[in-house]
C-alpha cells in the first residue's frame, strides 16, 4: 500500500471517530470541528500547493530580501565586514576590522596606523585597503595571536585574492 494512502485512511478513520463523538456531545461541536478541520486542510493544501508549484517564488523572495547584500557579504567570526571594490584596490570598513580585533579606538587612530590607505565614503565611513591591513596585521603587536593570523589568511584568501583573479579575468577579456 502506498504509504500517503495509508497516511490518508489513517487520517480519515481517526477523522470518524473524532467527529463520531462529537455527535455524541451535539451538533454545534461538530460543525465547529468540521469548519476547523476544512479550514486546517484547506490552508495545508495550499501551502503545499505553492511549495510544489511556485518554488521560483521562494528564490525570488531571497533575492530581494538579500539583494543589498548579494556579491559585498563578508564575515569574519561571526563580525559582518563591509568589504568594496572600485576596480584599482580593495577597501574594508574600519569599524567591522576595528569589531574584529575587539579594539575600541577612534577612527582617526586606524586610519594614521596606515598613512596614505585610507579614504571616507559618502557617508563618512573609514575604509581602509585590504592590502594595507594585511600588511598592518603581520606587523602589529599581537600578531602572533591566532586569531589575528586567521583574519589575516581569511582577508588574503577571501577578499584579496579572488579580487586579483576577477581583474586578470577581466584584463584578459578585453
Avoid at 32 to 42: E, K, Y
Avoid at 94 to 112: F, H, I, T
Amino acid at each position: 500500500m502506498n504509504s500517503r494512502l495509508g497516511r490518508a485512511a489513517l487520517f480519515a478513520v481517526l477523522l470518524m471517530v473524532v467527529l463520531g463523538w462529537t455527535q455524541v456531545l451535539g451538533s454545534g461541536v461538530s460543525w465547529a470541528l468540521v469548519l476547523g478541520v476544512a479550514l486546517a486542510t484547506c490552508l495545508i493544501g495550499g501551502l503545499w500547493w505553492v511549495a510544489k508549484h511556485l518554488p521560483d517564488l521562494t528564490a525570488a523572495i531571497r533575492e530581494r530580501f538579500w539583494a543589498r547584500d548579494e556579491g559585498n557579504y563578508h564575515a569574519f567570526g561571526g563580525v559582518s565586514l563591509r568589504v568594496e571594490d572600485d576596480g584599482r584596490h580593495v577597501w574594508l570598513g574600519g569599524q567591522g576590522l576595528l569589531r574584529v580585533l575587539g579594539r575600541q579606538e577612534a577612527d582617526d587612530v586606524l586610519a594614521a596606523r596606515m598613512p596614505g590607505m585610507s579614504r571616507r565614503d559618502a557617508k563618512g565611513a573609514l575604509l581602509l585597503r585590504v592590502d594595507a591591513v594585511i600588511d598592518y596585521l603581520g606587523h602589529m603587536p599581537g600578531r602572533q595571536d591566532p586569531r589575528v593570523q586567521k583574519l589575516r589568511r581569511y582577508l588574503e584568501r577571501d577578499v584579496l585574492h579572488p579580487a586579483a583573479e576577477r581583474r586578470r579575468r577581466d584584463a584578459r577579456a578585453r
